[in-house]
């Protein structure tokens, strides 16, 4: 029979080894954001202008507010958590909606835009909206928010949580994905 203490050790030593695969993980992924990010070649425009860099929107929109996360934010299936700053995902998120010639628009208030798709449900369009939330000094949450572009209701189907997991995987974009809440 185990005793509590010799349980209790075990499992803090076990935790120990998953906690320290897991920054070693997070580690690479941002090595490899890093590596991957080259600001003076990749072009970033907001909305519909190619005439910006990623420079300018990243210039752009460091003035804009960045919401902290809290409970409100707790129960969504379509958010994800990162190491990186809010503005990092911000603009490589832009980067990745310009390459795919989707016209979007950043709020004037805080870090958020949003965007028209209308290849996410067979009904029609998908006003999508995403904003970067400081979970603390070095955690960020990426939050997708899908709304009926008519009535501004939620909308809430599979492909919505398909569309969402093609988005965090995709591979432009899949380096951010390299954290989890943890409460402090």
Same mark, same amino acid.
């Given at each position: ?64 507010? /960045? ?6 934010? %707790?129960? !969504?299936? #379509? ?7 809010? $503005? @990092? ?36 369009? /998908? ?6 939330? %400081?979970? !603390?000094? #070095? ?7 899908? $709304? @009926? ?36």
């Amino acid at each position: 029979m185990i005793d509590e203490a010799s349980w209790c050790a075990d499992f803090t030593r076990r935790k120990d080894v998953v906690d320290s695969e897991a920054k070693k993980d997070r580690d690479e992924k941002a090595r490899q954001r890093e590596a991957t990010q080259n600001p003076e070649e990749s072009v970033v425009h907001r909305g519909a202008s190619p005439t910006g860099t990623q420079n300018d929107l990243r210039s752009s929109c460091q003035a804009l507010a /960045v919401m902290e996360y809290g409970p409100r934010f %707790q129960l !969504s299936n #379509t958010q994800f958590f990162s190491t990186c700053q809010p $503005l @990092d995902y911000f603009c490589a998120f832009a980067q990745y909606l310009s390459a795919a010639d989707m016209e979007y628009r950043v709020s004037g208030s805080k870090l958020k835009l949003k965007y028209l798709d209308d290849g996410v449900l067979a009904a029609g369009d /998908v006003e999508i909206h995403v904003e970067a939330l %400081q979970v !603390s000094v #070095t955690k960020t949450c990426i939050k997708f928010n899908y $709304l @009926d572009p008519i009535n501004k209701t939620d909308v809430c189907d599979m492909a919505i949580v398909r569309h969402f997991l093609s988005i965090r995987n995709c591979p432009e974009l899949r380096n951010f994905c390299d954290a989890t809440y943890d409460e402090v």
